[in-house]
């Protein structure tokens, strides 16, 4: 079965839970906010906040990749040994394995009904499992582990209603800060059989080195215990990082919401996401593991989360949220030999007041 016909199939059945649903949930009785007038979870800058109203928010997000891809095909590791290189040579380091935690902080604050502000930053933890090869043939010199953790890059954006009747919409502004580092090291087993220490590939550092500019566009909608919305953003380095910096980014996502009663809903999303590969290089990122070569970054991701919302409508609890959403990857198309996408999870808790 194909994406599209998964993702089809999950919105009809959306559509089935409304035509089957026999009366509407009243919203004067959920003083705490409707759980579905926030998105899934991993969308972010998806609503707004009345003027003088503060929202914090935590998120835990897990992320992993295991095994290679090139392009849409699958690449043995032994092939990965026989795949060339920009220079005409063979690689010998070949990544097992990736796994990243990452913490999230985020802050909202409606300066007035029409205009929210919005920070987030991170902290963030990478490891890598690489095997190790010589120079020739296809004998194995060993496994070795590399991680990296640290402060991640800051966000700050402001967000503009656009409209507020039938739809709601606004848009995103923003700047990504430089905050995370871009000069990680790791300790690399060498084909030789000697550990040296090196500039960790551009996948494994904290941020991206450069200032990034934010743009986006958000709508929903709600209707009685069926909601949807729809969100598109763009990232783009605005300077080099010392000769390089990470390739654009557009994002795209659109989701259906069931409310199920005052403190719960549920929520399918399709996830695309289309990432130039690096533009330059780092002259200290060097070696024979694909993770090192800018050629080998980006392409093209999708994807289909299921998520669920929960919120406090009793006083003692009352604007006290929990979220949780999952995605798994529905297709690739990568630039380049890299490690396949798997799935993610992230949790969260969010408070306004």
Do not use: C
């Not at 092939?79 to 063979?90: F, Q, V």
């Not at 796994?99 to 802050?107: C, Q, R, S």
């Not at 087993?189 to 090196?198: Q, Y």
């Amino acid at each position: 079965m194909t994406y599209l016909k998964t993702f089809a199939l999950s919105v009809l059945l959306i559509k089935f839970l409304l035509i089957t649903n026999l009366y509407a949930h009243d919203e004067q009785l959920m003083p705490g906010g409707r759980p579905d007038s926030h998105a899934p979870i991993g969308v972010m800058g998806d609503h707004m906040h009345k003027e003088g109203e503060y929202m914090i928010s935590y998120r835990y997000m897990k992320m992993d990749m295991e095994g290679l891809l090139n392009g849409t095909n699958s690449v043995s590791e032994t092939g990965a040994l026989s795949h060339k290189r920009g220079d005409g040579t063979t690689h010998r380091i070949i990544p097992e394995s990736m796994e990243m935690d990452m913490h999230m902080l985020g802050f909202m604050y409606g300066l007035k009904d029409n205009i929210t502000f919005m920070g987030m930053t991170n902290f963030i933890k990478k490891e890598m499992t690489n095997n190790t090869y010589n120079m020739m043939g296809t004998s194995k010199v060993g496994s070795f582990t590399a991680n990296t953790s640290g402060l991640g890059d800051t966000s700050i954006s402001t967000l503009i209603k656009v409209t507020s009747e039938k739809i709601n919409s606004h848009i995103n502004i923003g700047l990504s800060l430089p905050t995370g580092s871009t000069k990680e090291e790791i300790t690399a087993l060498m084909p030789s059989g000697v550990n040296k220490v090196i500039r960790a590939p551009y996948g494994m550092q904290l941020g991206t080195g450069t200032y990034d500019l934010l743009i986006g566009y958000s709508l929903s909608k709600k209707n009685n215990d069926i909601s949807w919305g729809a969100q598109i953003k763009y990232k783009r380095s605005l300077n080099d990082n010392n000769g390089w910096h990470f390739g654009n980014k557009l994002e795209a996502s659109s989701w259906m919401s069931y409310l199920w009663n005052e403190e719960l809903s549920s929520a399918i999303r399709f996830l695309a996401i289309d990432e130039d590969s690096i533009d330059g290089h780092d002259s200290l990122i060097t070696g024979r593991n694909p993770t090192q070569e800018p050629t080998n970054y980006g392409g093209r991701s999708y994807y289909l989360g299921v998520s669920f919302n929960i919120v406090g409508q009793d006083e003692e609890i009352r604007g006290h949220r929990l979220a949780l959403e999952f995605l798994k990857p529905l297709k690739q198309d990568l630039n380049g030999l890299q490690m396949e996408k798997g799935n993610s999870l992230i949790l969260a808790y969010q408070k306004a007041w």
